[in-house]
C-alpha cells in the first residue's frame, strides 16, 4: 500500500503501461499476474540487499583490528564480557551501552581468536544488518508516495551515502543505528495507519520494541524514546489509535528499557570497577551557565551543518518539506505525526547529544557521526521531493535550506576554524565527508565544503525541474548522479581512512602477541604513561587473560608477568625505556611509530 504525502503536487504519475518490461502479458482472470510482479519485486529486493551486502563486505575486507578507539575496543570487549569471557579496565572512560555487544556476542561463542572475532562482526553482523537500509528505504519511499522503480532506485541510492555505508566496516552502533532510525519511523507509521486491531497491535510493540532497543545501543535513542512516549501519548489522547495497543507499547517499551538498564549495570560493575564517565553530569554542568549555554548552542549549529552536508544538501530539503508537513492542516494526522516525531528527533539530538563534549575540542562539535541515522532518513524524503513535487516548491524548498546552512558554516568557522584537520584517521575519521566535498585529505575548507553541497542539491533541483518538462526518465539522471557521488564518496572515505590506517593499527594490536611470543596462560603488564591508544586495542588482543598495570619508574612488575610494555619516549634509545627493569628482562619488541617498547623475561 502506498501512503502519498497528500500535499506534494506529482509531476504527472509514472505510466508503466507501455513498458515491456513490466507489464508483458495481460493479467489473468485470477489476478495472477499482480501477484506474480509482485513475488518479481520482492526478488528484486533480496538482489538489492544481497548487493549493498556484498558491497560493504568488500570495502571491509581489509580490516582485522579495531580502528576506531577506544570504541571498537569497547564494544568487543564488552561483549567478551557477556560472553563469559576475560574483562578490561575502562574506569573513568565513557559507559558503552550493552545494545550493540549484546548483538556480537554470539561470535565469542565460537571463537576468541580476535581478528576471527573481528571479521565476523563485520562480515556477518554489520554488512547484512546495516545492508537492510535498502529495503527498508524501499518501503518508506513507497509510503512517501513513488512508484516501485524510483523507490527501488531512491532507496540504492540512500544505501550508498557514507552515513549508511561506510560505518559498517567498523564495530561502532553506527553500523546498525541508519537501519534502527528507519525501521523506528516505519513501524510507528505502520501504527498509526494500521487497518486492523491485529496489524496495530503488532505495529505498536514493534516501535515500542524498536524504540527501546535503539536506547540499549547508544544514548542518542534515549531522545528516540522521549520522542515516542509524546507521541504515543497525544494519539493515545487524540483516540488516533485503539487505545489497547498504546497501552501495549507502553508495556513493551519497558522490556528493552529494564534489559538495557541491567546489563549496563553489570557492564559498568565488571569493566568500570572505579566508575564511568558521566555524559549526562557534564551536559547538565554545562547548561548551568551562560557561557556553557553558547557552546551547546554552537555544538548544535555545528551538528546541524553537517546533517545538510553529509547528505549533499538533500537532507536539508527533506527536514524542510518535513517541518512544513508539520504545520500545514490539510496533511493528513499520521503524516504530520511521522514527520514532527522524525524532525523533532532530528533537532532534539543535535542540541543534546553533543553537549557532553569537552570545550577544548571545537572542531569535535562538527562532527557528523550523532545525526547519521537521521541523515539516511531525510535523504529519502528528500530525494522523494525531487522525484515529486512541483518544481515551484522544489525550489521553495532549496532556498529555505541555503541561508541557515550557510549560516551554520559561517558559525562553525567562527568557533572552529575556517577548515578542518583531514589529515591521519582521527581527523578524517570525523571530517570524511567535508574532505570528499573539497577533494582535500589535508585541510578541508568549511565553506568550500558548504558551496559543494550547495552545488549538489542545486543541480538536483534542475534536474528534477528539467524532468517536469521533459519527462521522469530524467529521474533516472537523477538518482543516477546522486548515487555515484555517494559511491565515490564511500570508496574515498574506505581508501584515505580505513585501508591507510590498517597496517599501522595491525602491527599496534597484534604484533604484542606474535612479535613477543606471548600466549595463553601468559601475562602482559602495561606501565603507566603508555598511552590508552596503545593499550585498549591489546587489551581486546590478548583475549585470555586482563591486562596488569604497573608503574615501572618505582614498582616492580607483576610476579606473573610475562611481557612488559613501556612508553618509548622520543630521543631514548630502546634499553632506556625501564631502567629498573630486573635482572634477566630484555627487549623484544618495538615500536617507533606507536612509541612503545616490549620486554620479556628470560
Not at 15 to 32: H, K, N, Q, W, Y
Not at 33 to 58: D, F
Not at 428 to 434: D, G, K, Q, S
Request: hydrophobic share 55%.
Amino acid at each position: 500500500m502506498c501512503y502519498p504525502l497528500g500535499w506534494l503536487s506529482v509531476v504527472r504519475p509514472l505510466d508503466l503501461a507501455g513498458s515491456a518490461d513490466v507489464v508483458t502479458t495481460p493479467a489473468s482472470a485470477d489476478g495472477r499476474e499482480p501477484g506474480a510482479r509482485r513475488r518479481r519485486w520482492v526478488l528484486l529486493l533480496v538482489a538489492g540487499w544481497l548487493v549493498q551486502a556484498g558491497l560493504r563486505a568488500w570495502l571491509s575486507r581489509a580490516q582485522v583490528v579495531p580502528l576506531a578507539t577506544p570504541d571498537e575496543s569497547a564494544y568487543l570487549i564488552s561483549a567478551r564480557v557477556m560472553s563469559g569471557g576475560v574483562t578490561a579496565n575502562f574506569s573513568y572512560s565513557t559507559l558503552y551501552p550493552a545494545g550493540y555487544p549484546l548483538l556480537i556476542t554470539p561470535v565469542f561463542w565460537f571463537t576468541h581468536n580476535p581478528v576471527t572475532v573481528y571479521r565476523a562482526v563485520l562480515l556477518g553482523i554489520n554488512a547484512p544488518l546495516s545492508a537492510l537500509v535498502m529495503p527498508l528505504g524501499y518501503v518508506a519511499c513507497r509510503r512517501l508516495g513513488l512508484e516501485r522503480p524510483w523507490a527501488f532506485g531512491a532507496a540504492m541510492v540512500a544505501a550508498l551515502l557514507p552515513a549508511a555505508l561506510f560505518y559498517s566496516q567498523y564495530a561502532l552502533t553506527d553500523a546498525i543505528f541508519p537501519v534502527l532510525v528507519l525501521g523506528w519511523l516505519l513501524a510507528v507509521h505502520s501504527w498509526l495507519t494500521a487497518r486492523s486491531s491485529v496489524a496495530s497491535y503488532v505495529a505498536a510493540v514493534g516501535s515500542a520494541l524498536l524504540a527501546g532497543y535503539a536506547y540499549a545501543v547508544h544514548s542518542r535513542g534515549a531522545i528516540m524514546v522521549a520522542g515516542f512516549v509524546l507521541a504515543g501519548a497525544f494519539v493515545f489522547w487524540r483516540r488516533l489509535v485503539p487505545r489497547a495497543s498504546a497501552v501495549a507499547a507502553a508495556v513493551a517499551l519497558c522490556v528493552p528499557l529494564g534489559a538495557a538498564s541491567y546489563l549496563n549495570r553489570h557492564l559498568s560493575s565488571v569493566m568500570y570497577p572505579s566508575g564511568p564517565r558521566t555524559l549526562a553530569g557534564e551536559a547538565l554542568i554545562r547548561l548551568r551557565s551562560v557561557h556553557g549555554v553558547v557552546f551547546v548552542a554552537e555544538m548544535a549549529i555545528g551538528q546541524l551543518w553537517r546533517f545538510v552536508v553529509d547528505g549533499w544538501g538533500v537532507t536539508g530539503l527533506g527536514l524542510a518539506f518535513a517541518v512544513f508537513v508539520v504545520f500545514r492542516r490539510s496533511v493528513r494526522d499520521e503524516v504530520r505525526i511521522v514527520a514532527a516525531l522524525a524532525a523533532g528527533v532530528a533537532l532534539v539530538t543535535a542540541v543534546t547529544s553533543p553537549a557532553a563534549l569537552p570545550p577544548t575540542q571545537p572542531q569535535a562539535w562538527a562532527s557528523g557521526r550523532y545525526l547519521d541515522g537521521l541523515v539516511v532518513a531525510f535523504f529519502l524524503v528528500g530525494a522523494a521531493v525531487l522525484l515529486r513535487a512541483a518544481p515551484r516548491r522544489v525550489l521553495i524548498g532549496a532556498a529555505c535550506v541555503v541561508p541557515p546552512t550557510l549560516l551554520a558554516a559561517l558559525v562553525v568557522s567562527v568557533y572552529a576554524g575556517s577548515s578542518v584537520p583531514t589529515s591521519g584517521f582521527g581527523a578524517a575519521f570525523v571530517f570524511a565527508e567535508p574532505a570528499v566535498l573539497t577533494q582535500n585529505w589535508t585541510q578541508a575548507s568549511v565553506l568550500l565544503a558548504t558551496a559543494v553541497a550547495f552545488v549538489l542539491l542545486g543541480t538536483a533541483c534542475l534536474v528534477a525541474v528539467v524532468a517536469s518538462h521533459r519527462g521522469r526518465l530524467w529521474h533516472g539522471v537523477l538518482l543516477a548522479g546522486l548515487g555515484v557521488v555517494s559511491l565515490v564518496a564511500s570508496l574515498q572515505m574506505t581508501s584515505h581512512i580505513s585501508q591507510a590506517d590498517t597496517p599501522g593499527q595491525e602491527r599496534n594490536a597484534t604484533a604484542i602477541v606474535s612479535g613477543t611470543g606471548l600466549r595463553p596462560g601468559q601475562h602482559l603488564a602495561i606501565g603507566t604513561g603508555l598511552s590508552w591508544m596503545t593499550w585498549m586495542p591489546q587489551a581486546y588482543e590478548v583475549w585470555w587473560a586482563p591486562l596488569q598495570f604497573f608503574h615501572p619508574w618505582s614498582q616492580s612488575p607483576p610476579a606473573d608477568a610475562t611481557v612488559v610494555e613501556v612508553a618509548w619516549p622520543s630521543g631514548q634509545p630502546a634499553a632506556a625505556t625501564w631502567p629498573q627493569a630486573p635482572a634477566g628482562w630484555r627487549v623484544v619488541l618495538t615500536d617507533r611509530a606507536d612509541g612503545w617498547v616490549a620486554w620479556r623475561q628470560g
